[in-house]
């Protein structure tokens, strides 16, 4: 079980990259200076794009990965960060896909003396197209901003009740955030030396969030 300082130090962090989503927004480059739309345009239409390319060709995938990196270069951010977050989007990937190798066994290719499936490939090709969406979608709200964002996508014509969902999405992920690690620092600066906070004391913390 985490100690109560590495749980305050995950909330912080966590805190400094939902400002960062924002704030990087304010910082001076090219892409930061092009208008929203056309963003959110060139965003969604190399998704499109990605998606026509076949599962079973994961090689094709990895040329879509100059998009990211060019936005990374463009807005210049790193891209060490922007693919270190992306990953997140790796567990989902992995959940959708699991069961690829153990359906599919059509084997497509012989590396050495094994034999690679169908199932691998297309569960690799899914991995691939997570990570790449989540940093295209990451470069276009760090160099937009989500505020912005949400606006230009409302010029676009996305429906309202969409742009509102996404507003309280994120309002309320920070919300939730700061309050937990509110109430993290107030149990760390009461509880002493005491190692275990009561199941009771558990309930009324999960009742405040």
Same mark, same amino acid.
């Given at each position: 079980?985490?100690?109560?300082?590495?749980?305050?130090?995950?909330?912080?962090?966590?805190?400094?990259?939902?400002?960062?989503?924002?704030?990087?927004?304010?910082?001076?480059?090219?892409?930061?200076?092009?208008?929203?739309?056309?963003?959110?345009?060139?965003?969604?239409?190399?998704?499109?794009?990605?998606?026509?390319?076949?599962?079973?060709?994961?090689?094709?995938?990895?040329?879509?990965?100059?998009?990211?990196? *060019? &936005?990374? #270069?463009?807005?210049?951010?790193?891209? /060490?960060?922007?693919? @270190?977050? !992306? $990953? =997140?989007?790796?567990?989902?990937?992995?959940?959708?896909?699991?069961?690829?190798?153990?359906?599919?066994?059509?084997?497509? *290719? &012989?590396? #050495?003396?094994?034999?690679?499936?169908? /199932?691998?490939?297309? @569960?690799? !090709? $899914? =991995?691939?197209?997570?990570?790449?969406?989540?940093?295209?979608?990451?470069?276009?709200?760090?160099?937009?901003?989500?505020?912005?964002?949400?606006?230009?996508?409302?010029?676009?014509?996305?429906?309202?009740?969409?742009?509102? $969902?996404?507003?309280?999405?994120?309002?309320?992920?920070?919300?939730?955030?700061?309050?937990?690690?509110?109430?993290?620092?107030?149990?760390?600066?009461?509880?002493?030396?005491?190692?275990?906070?009561?199941?009771?004391?558990?309930?009324?913390?999960?009742?405040?969030?």
């Amino acid at each position: 079980m985490p100690r109560g300082d590495d749980v305050t130090d995950r909330l912080q962090r966590a805190i400094a990259r939902l400002r960062l989503l924002e704030g990087s927004a304010t910082c001076h480059s090219p892409l930061q200076r092009v208008d929203g739309r056309a963003k959110i345009l060139i965003s969604v239409a190399a998704l499109v794009v990605m998606l026509t390319v076949p599962l079973d060709q994961p090689v094709r995938l990895l040329l879509m990965m100059l998009c990211p990196i *060019a &936005m990374c #270069g463009l807005g210049r951010l790193n891209v /060490g960060r922007v693919v @270190l977050w !992306s $990953l =997140v989007a790796v567990p989902f990937a992995l959940a959708v896909g699991v069961f690829n190798p153990l359906i599919d066994h059509q084997t497509v *290719a &012989m590396v #050495g003396d094994v034999a690679v499936s169908r /199932g691998w490939i297309t @569960l690799v !090709s $899914l =991995v691939l197209r997570a990570v790449i969406s989540t940093a295209v979608v990451l470069c276009l709200t760090l160099t937009t901003g989500v505020y912005r964002l949400c606006a230009d996508a409302g010029r676009l014509g996305v429906p309202r009740i969409f742009v509102a $969902l996404l507003l309280m999405v994120w309002r309320y992920v920070r919300l939730l955030v700061g309050e937990a690690l509110s109430l993290r620092m107030a149990v760390d600066a009461r509880r002493y030396d005491c190692r275990r906070l009561p199941l009771a004391l558990w309930g009324r913390i999960v009742g405040r969030l």
